[in-house]
């Protein structure tokens, strides 16, 4: 690993840090490994460690710490829940993911990681699966869609909402929404992955091909707006496609419960009341690395009348487990982080549990189909063309 | 068997660890010690072992004593004395798993907790009952309730309701042999006082039962700001005697910087100002003449009382004093116990200090009782200079000094401060050692610490030695 590759300021936070452990119980790997070396606090002094003792190539030179080191770096979901309690201000999860970025340079990265670029250039969706299947979703599920040359709002579909049959139904939700109050909008006629899962995986250039793609499709298409229901893809648009291609693309990136909360308070939606008592289920990359907590909440409480908050929400809601590649590199450990968060849901009593991300929805849905439990995990779209009568 | 097997067999496979990577996250506490210092002792565990339970503690001392191997127990490693750093290697007993609060009698106000629990997690427990807590640590997010109770028991609250020991109704310990003893009022052989500030060197905390307060019918915290430091810690100390408010800190930053003369003959020469922050619980009539007089003595000095909202931010920054540290990288610091009437003398060292090392201090004072503080200043320096870090580390040593000179102490001991015990409590140390030979025989618990630094080729580093070469190095540091 070069030290060149981390910048300055990321140098000097991993001396900054002042192994406080503040962070420590807030680690969902932590609380569920109870290691020191899985948390972040452990994580930077094992990093101040191989930088302090060694020359530029901490990785490589470190063969005893490097292998189990990086196997920490990706034993995470890069869920910004120590970012969010460091009081230091020490912007751990860039840190994560730039070490993330380096151990694939060096060869280090669990195989999953590595070929995930080869996967996304070849039928460009995280899947690998035929690139002619992306909207057979359409199909399966009823759902009228549009593609047109021109429209100011561009939904954007995902890889995992476009071919996981657990998910499609957000997609025939969110149509059936756009639809419903006549919205100007569109998907797009060559929809490749977001590239999400490249930004952790250090294929830069690879990264910068996909963004400059979709990008290039959805100014075509005149796009004031890109909604998607997928909070990593949102996040790849506004975060990071700016980052990667120099420039921000010319459209505003929502999320579909942002949308939802225009159209209930715009009056163009009116959602019959639902009696069910429900509960909510924060993304971390809605929530806190998105900044979307309110809207969702707005939504809910529009017409949900029996509305529980479960325990660390908002921007401290606890990860379901499913983000920053754990399902690909320790499935085991995602099922186990999926489980904790879900006897969190649970004991709010609530019948429903709504979330606004199809990955969180899998992870959770996974761990409950293992419970004798009657409780239904769904997408706040679905819940909402559902109570419409839409679905 | 092999010893991890043997441990396996107590507490599981899955909690016991000998990967490097693991040793090495548990070879440490807060404070970077230079690879130059620490190469003089083995701080690398040769395994990790983590309980869920008394008896796996039990269990994991008797065999240690049986094979004579060294056990370190550790909380959070919130401390930065080396208390929970090993010096010859051996079992480092990670307490954290012992994660439970074990009963709540609410008719009587108290709590029994085990050793792992963070004071955070009792504070947000407590939020839904009639009770409180009288004291925690600075550290609350992180730190443990066995590792408070190892290592002083003075923090927020103390001013009103004294150290944790007096707040602790009964301990159940485990003690070196492996032995389980319950140690309250009425136990004859051994004292809670004896245990407590033990640094580890004489049992584990297994379980605590603390004596809770009534919840205050009224809280109010409370900031001021002062432009001169000097009239902020006169304020204090007044408020202190006179109004007993259940926490007290103040904090000033970057006053060295910002003396432009060459001398400082008192705090009031201090141009960097103060901040005094606080809370007062009690009944509301207590509370509004504790404020009234807290205004009239503020006003007296030309000090701003600040509205409520930003003390209340304040008050939630009680937990934050090394936020510095981003403009280190590094701190080095010793808090040390002094009476308050030593505070001006205290202050004039660490701007000396400073000066000396070139360094800008961040002063953390927090009181204790009306007369005695914790005073806490924190050098910014840089570990990856290593000489100039190694000449700053004299820093430490140099404020125990003085605090030992104005009728003061270290606050605990640990590795680092282990020469200074005897200087500083000859008879608590003696006292400590007479139970360290009646209850550890084989010194297997935390070896070489507190009370006498060990290396770990098994010398202990002379105190001359120790203090020659700090000194050489300090005045070499100048010059770097």
């Known amino acids: 690993m070069s030290r060149a590759l981390l910048s300055k300021l990321q140098r000097e936070d991993i001396f900054a840090c002042a192994q406080c452990g503040y962070c420590v119980n807030w680690c969902p790997i932590y609380d569920r490994s109870g290691w020191e070396s899985t948390s972040p606090r452990g994580k930077v002094f094992l990093l101040k460690r191989m930088l302090d003792r060694n020359g530029p190539d901490v990785f490589t030179s470190n063969p005893r710490m490097a292998s189990e080191f990086v196997q920490r770096l990706f034993d995470c979901t890069t869920c910004g829940r120590c970012t969010e309690k460091c009081h230091l201000e020490i912007n751990l999860l860039d840190l994560w993911v730039k070490l993330r970025e380096i151990s694939v340079r060096a060869r280090l990265a669990p195989q999953s990681v590595a070929v995930i670029e080869k996967t996304l250039l070849g039928p460009k969706n995280v899947f690998g699966m035929d690139s002619a299947a992306r909207r057979d979703w359409a199909t399966y599920t009823g759902a009228e869609i549009k593609t047109r040359e021109q429209a100011r709002v561009v939904f954007f579909v995902g890889c995992v909402t476009s071919y996981s049959g657990r998910s499609q139904g957000v997609a025939q939700a969110i149509t059936a929404i756009l639809n419903h109050v006549g919205e100007d909008w569109s998907m797009m006629d060559d929809e490749w992955c977001c590239g999400h899962p490249l930004a952790v995986s250090g294929a830069t250039e690879a990264y910068r091909h996909i963004a400059e793609h979709n990008v290039r499709i959805i100014e075509k298409m005149g796009a004031e707006t890109l909604v998607s229901g997928c909070p990593g893809c949102c996040l790849a648009f506004r975060e990071e496609y700016p980052r990667i291609l120099d420039r921000k693309p010319g459209f505003e990136v929502i999320h579909f419960a942002q949308l939802l909360d225009r159209y209930v308070s715009e009056g163009k939606i009116d959602i019959p009341k639902l009696q069910a008592k429900v509960t909510y289920h924060d993304p971390c990359e809605l929530g806190r690395l998105g900044g979307v907590t309110e809207e969702p909440r707005r939504v809910l409480t529009s017409f949900v009348e029996n509305f529980i908050e479960p325990e660390e929400s908002g921007r401290i809601g606890r990860c379901c487990g499913a983000g920053g590649l754990l399902k690909a590199t320790n499935v085991t450990l995602s099922g186990d982080l999926a489980d904790k968060r879900l006897s969190m849901l649970n004991n709010t009593g609530a019948e429903i549990i709504t979330s606004a991300c199809p990955s969180c929805e899998q992870n959770l849905g996974e761990a409950l189909s293992k419970r004798p439990d009657s409780t239904r995990i769904q997408d706040l779209a679905e819940v909402v063309a559902q109570q419409m009568g839409l679905m | 068997m092999s010893l991890e097997n043997a441990m396996a067999d107590i507490v599981g496979s899955r909690g016991v660890s000998t990967s490097y990577l ?407 140390r003696r006292e400590l050692t007479d139970m360290k030979r009646m209850l550890d025989p084989n010194n297997i618990m935390n070896p070489g610490k507190t009370l006498q630094a060990k290396t770990r080729f098994g010398l202990a580093l002379p105190k001359p030695l120790y203090s020659g070469l700090l000194e050489t190095l300090w005045q070499l540091g100048r010059w770097f």
């Open chain 2, 22 to 428: 693991e040793r090495a996250a548990y070879s440490h506490d807060l404070a970077p010690i230079p690879r130059n210092i620490t190469r003089f002792f083995n701080t690398m565990p040769d395994m990790i072992v983590r309980p869920d339970s008394l008896d796996e503690v039990a269990g994991i001392l008797k065999l240690a004593n049986k094979m004579r191997v060294p056990v370190i127990p550790r909380g959070s490693a919130t401390w930065g004395y080396g208390g929970a750093v090993p010096t010859v290697g051996g079992i480092l007993l990670d307490l954290r798993g012992l994660n439970k609060i074990i009963s709540f009698d609410d008719a009587r106000g108290l709590l029994t907790v085990q050793c792992g629990v963070v004071w955070k997690d009792i504070l947000d427990f407590l939020e839904k009952t009639r009770w409180e807590l009288p004291v925690y640590p600075s550290s609350a997010p992180s730190s443990t309730v066995g590792g408070f109770a190892a290592t002083g028991g003075l923090g927020y609250g103390s001013l009103e309701h004294g150290s944790l020991k007096e707040n602790v109704e009964s301990i159940k310990a485990v003690l070196p042999t492996g032995e389980k003893a319950f140690v309250g009022p009425k136990t004859n052989w051994i004292s809670p006082d004896q245990l407590f500030s033990s640094e580890g060197i004489l049992c584990v905390f297994g379980e605590l039962t603390l004596r809770l307060v009534p919840r205050s019918h009224t809280a109010i915290p409370f900031l001021a700001y002062f432009d001169r430091l000097g009239d902020a810690v006169e304020v204090a100390n007044n408020l202190a005697q006179e109004t007993r408010p259940f926490g007290l800190i103040l904090r000033a930053f970057g006053f060295v910087r910002a003396r432009k003369g060459e001398t400082l003959t008192g705090p009031n020469d201090v141009e960097s100002g103060a901040i005094i922050f606080g809370r007062y619980s009690s009944s509301t009539n207590k509370v509004e003449q504790s404020m009234d007089t807290l205004a009239k003595m503020v006003a007296e000095k030309q000090g701003i009382l600040r509205p409520r909202n930003e003390a209340e931010f304040e008050w939630g920054e009680r937990f934050y004093p090394l936020r510095i540290k981003k403009l280190g990288p590094s701190v080095l610091t010793s808090d040390v116990i002094v009476p308050s009437s030593q505070l001006e003398e205290m202050i004039q060292y660490a701007w000396q200090l400073g000066r000396h090392a070139s360094v800008d201090v961040e002063l953390e004072i927090i009181w204790l009782s009306p007369d005695r503080v914790l005073f806490f200043p924190l050098f910014l320096s840089d570990e990856r200079r290593t000489f100039r870090y190694l000449s700053h580390s004299a820093i430490t040593k140099k404020l125990i000094d003085r605090a030992i000179a104005v009728g003061g102490r270290s606050y605990g001991y640990g590795l680092w401060n282990s020469f200074h015990f005897k200087t500083s409590e000859p008879n608590r």
